[in-house]
């Protein structure tokens, strides 16, 4: 599927940097040239001979060797390749790409380059989560770049969580997902995606809100585009950028999502991933309420909220041939989001638990139950990102099929 493929493999320092030997040869298998630079913390785990061995080209370390310069300049280096992959990315390297250095040859190629780029970090699981990490990370997924893994797992360190690098051949698949063409089964279909939370104003400085990060709405998102549906995602206030690809719309209140899920027009798919406030404020008042001396504290009347999913999941002429909706339940979990997925009216429904325990509500993970009328179908613990590419799979699956009208002709 590779052939003809040129990849330039930047390899940084950490344990993990022995699986890029394997990521190399099934690379080489699958028809792929392999150029590698290694950085210098890299040079302490895996040996330019072995890279070069088994690559079969010349190993990039050094910025200002002449030689290299005169045969391969760094600009060129970095232009003639179809996909540059760092495996691993350490959090110090995706530091800098984040800052835009360009300290050694890795971090220069990174810069110059006009190329796709893949990322597949290992690092400690406290390097990973730190914040300084998460915002660089978020800023070069903003900027485009491709990320696979990492996965959790016992560590070198001897920690457990987040921070492995993936396997060879979970790579090799992302590889090949950003450079061989996807199919693009939606193609044609529209789709709206509501993310995130929403806030509901009590005064101009006080609101309701929740927990909700956005990350998998938004992966929901992406993974339809990806699959070629043009795609509305409806975000409330998140910290995330807007994903490429899509036209992303904001807004904070309840009631704004649901004129901005309208306003989309017709569509044919909605997925309700956002975590919409139940309730508002029955009268918010324009001014900030005043604390007074004395005073018992103000009662905060509530009113409810439209129930979007509802809305658009109403049988008509308008109605999107499929609505699927989140159940975000902390008890009784498939039992409860059967009876939702009735009583909201749409075609499937993504169960999660969001008690504190599951980490759910700004997690990288989630663990989900597929309900439709075919029954409960359960999945593994996956990355929100999987979770989405699954869910955006089966999407394309339920366009695939015929309906029942077509199938009875
Ligand atoms: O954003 P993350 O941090 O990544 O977390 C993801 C998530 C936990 C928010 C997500 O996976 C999720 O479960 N989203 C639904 C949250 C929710 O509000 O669930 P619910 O059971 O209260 O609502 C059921 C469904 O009705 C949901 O599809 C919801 O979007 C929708 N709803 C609810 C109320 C309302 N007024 N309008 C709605 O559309």
């Known amino acids: 599927m590779l052939t003809g493929k040129r990849i330039l493999l930047i390899v940084s320092g950490g344990i993990a940097a022995f699986k890029s030997l394997e990521l190399i040869r099934r690379l080489r298998e699958r028809g792929a040239s392999v150029r590698c630079v290694l950085t210098e913390a890299g040079a302490k785990f895996v040996t330019p001979l072995s890279l070069q061995a088994l690559s079969e080209d010349r190993v990039y370390s050094d910025m200002f060797s002449l030689t290299d310069e005169s045969e391969m ?101 992302a590889i090949e997902s950003v450079l061989v063409p996807r199919e693009q089964p939606l193609a044609g279909k529209r789709a709206v995606v509501t993310s995130g939370p929403t806030r509901e104003a009590i005064d101009p400085v006080r609101y309701i809100s929740n927990h909700s990060s956005g990350k ?107 609505v699927v909706g989140f159940a975000a339940e902390t008890e009784n979990l498939v039992a409860n989001a059967i009876d939702k997925r009735r009583r909201k009216g749409c075609d499937w429904i993504v169960a999660n638990d969001v008690s504190p325990a599951s980490g759910t509500f700004g997690g990288e993970r989630n663990t989900v139950h597929l309900i439709s009328a075919a029954g409960v179908e359960s999945w593994p613990t996956l990355s929100k990102d999987d979770v989405a590419m699954r869910l955006a799979g089966r999407v394309a699956l339920h366009f695939s099929q015929p309906t029942k009208a077509e199938a009875a002709e």
Do not use: Y
């Not at 043009?230 to 309840?254: E, F």
């Open 73 to 173: 300049g760094h600009i060129q280096l970095s232009r003639d390749a179809d996909l540059l992959v760092m495996a691993p990315a350490t959090a110090d390297l995706l530091a800098r790409m984040a800052a835009g250095l360009a300290d050694d040859l890795a971090a220069t190629v990174l810069l110059a380059t006009d190329k796709p780029v893949l990322v597949a970090p290992a690092m400690n699981v406290r390097m990973w989560t730190h914040a300084a990490t998460v915002a660089n990370v978020e800023t070069l997924r903003r900027r485009g770049v491709h990320f696979v893994g990492p996965n959790d797992g016992a560590m070198a360190c001897n920690e457990f969580g987040p921070g492995r690098m993936s396997e060879p051949a979970e790579i090799l698949s």
């Open 216 to 322: 998998q709405g938004h992966a929901i998102a992406s993974a339809l585009a990806a699959l070629g549906a043009q795609v509305t995602l409806v975000s409330g206030p998140v910290a995330l950028g807007d994903p490429p690809g899509l036209r992303t719309v904001r807004v904070d209140s309840a009631d704004q999502m649901l004129a901005a899920c309208l306003a989309a027009g017709r569509i044919d798919i909605a997925v309700c991933a956002a975590a919409v406030a139940d309730w508002k404020a029955a009268r918010p008042t324009a001014a900030k309420l005043k604390k007074k001396a004395g005073a018992a504290p103000p009662t905060l009347e509530l009113a409810l909220n439209p129930d979007i999913l509802a809305t658009l999941a109403k049988p008509g002429p308008q109605r999107p041939a499929l």
